[in-house]
Nanobody
Framework: QVQLVETGGGLVQAGGSLRLSCSAS????????MGWFRQAPGKKREFVAA?????????AYADSVKGRFTISRDNAKNTVYLQMNNLKPEDTAVYYC?????????????????WGQGTQVTVSS
């Protein structure tokens, strides 16, 4: 069984920063694409960022977070991070980590096999 555990959410003022972490565990599991999604109240879950491959450092971002958020990963730890800077009230949401054992498309939540429990990020104005 694969488990994803997220940490790092919280309350921050607009303009502040937070760093989310997501560690994947499970017998023989090696993550291919790892991504972050978010869901605000009353809205659909949306793509935030993805570390597309464990090799080569390819990443992708939603337009709304480009230049403010940075995704990175530590393959030895099967962990992905999301550094969030210059946070805005509209970034307030539950943030979910997702992973799949292969690389490929990454913007659609349905492409991922495994999900974390979510961590709340609240940005006050």
């Amino acid at each position: 069984q694969v488990q994803l555990v997220e940490t790092g959410g919280g309350l921050v003022q607009a303009g502040g920063s937070l760093r989310l972490s997501c560690s994947a565990s499970g017998r023989t599991f090696i993550a291919g694409t790892m991504g972050w999604f978010r869901q605000a109240p009353g809205k659909k879950r949306e793509f935030v960022a993805a570390s597309i491959s464990s090799i080569g450092g390819r990443t992708a971002y939603a337009d709304s977070v480009k230049g403010r958020f940075t995704i990175s990963r530590d393959n030895a730890k099967n962990t992905v991070y999301l550094q969030m800077n210059n946070l805005k009230p509209e970034d307030t949401a539950v943030y979910y980590c997702a992973a799949k054992p292969y690389t490929g498309s990454y913007r659609n939540s349905g492409e991922y096999n495994y999900w974390g429990q979510g961590t709340q990020v609240t940005v006050s104005s």
